[in-house]
Nanobody
Framework: QVQVAESGGGSVQAGGSLRLSCAAS????????MGWFRQASGKQREGVAI????????YYANSVKGRFTISQDNAQSTMYLQMNSLKPEDSAMYYC?????????????????????????WGQGTQVTVSS
C-alpha cells in the first residue's frame, strides 16, 4: 500500500505561480505513475498531469500545457507540480494520486487508468484559489 500527502496550495492572483508537492511512502515499488487531478466546485474531477515513475515521462491536459510542469525526485519519492501563469479557471481542489497507469494513448484524456482504479492511492487534497 502507498500513502501520499500533498502540500503547497494557497491563494494567488491571476498570472502568479504556485508549487505543489506530493510525498509518497510505503510500497512505492508497486506503482508506475503518479499524477495530479483537480476538482472545481460543481465540476467533475479531471486529470491535470501524470508522470511515469520510471523514465519520468510527463503528460499534460491541454488546458495546462505550457503553464504547468510535473516533475519527480525519485530519491525521495516526491512529485511536484509547478504552476505558472495561473488563471481563475485553475481554481480547484488538487489531489495527488499514485498507482498503476496504462500505456498512454494518443489523444486520450490524462488519466490512463490512474483516476479510476480502485487500487489508486489518493491524498487529502490541497486547495488552489486564483483570483482575477
Amino acid at each position: 500500500q502507498v500513502q501520499v500527502a500533498e502540500s503547497g496550495g494557497g491563494s494567488v492572483q491571476a498570472g502568479g505561480s504556485l508549487r505543489l508537492s506530493c510525498a509518497a511512502s510505503g510500497d512505492t515499488n508497486s506503482i508506475n505513475c503518479m499524477g495530479w487531478f483537480r476538482q472545481a466546485s460543481g465540476k467533475q474531477r479531471e486529470g491535470v498531469a501524470i508522470i511515469y515513475t520510471h523514465g519520468g515521462i510527463p503528460y499534460y491536459a491541454n488546458s495546462v500545457k505550457g503553464r504547468f510542469t510535473i516533475s519527480q525526485d525519485n530519491a525521495q519519492s516526491t512529485m511536484y507540480l509547478q504552476m505558472n501563469s495561473l488563471k481563475p479557471e485553475d481554481s480547484a481542489m488538487y489531489y495527488c494520486a499514485a498507482g498503476a497507469c496504462d500505456r498512454p494513448s494518443p489523444g486520450a484524456e490524462v488519466d490512463y487508468g490512474l483516476g479510476t482504479r480502485s487500487t489508486t492511492s489518493w491524498g487529502q487534497g490541497t486547495q488552489v484559489t486564483v483570483s482575477s
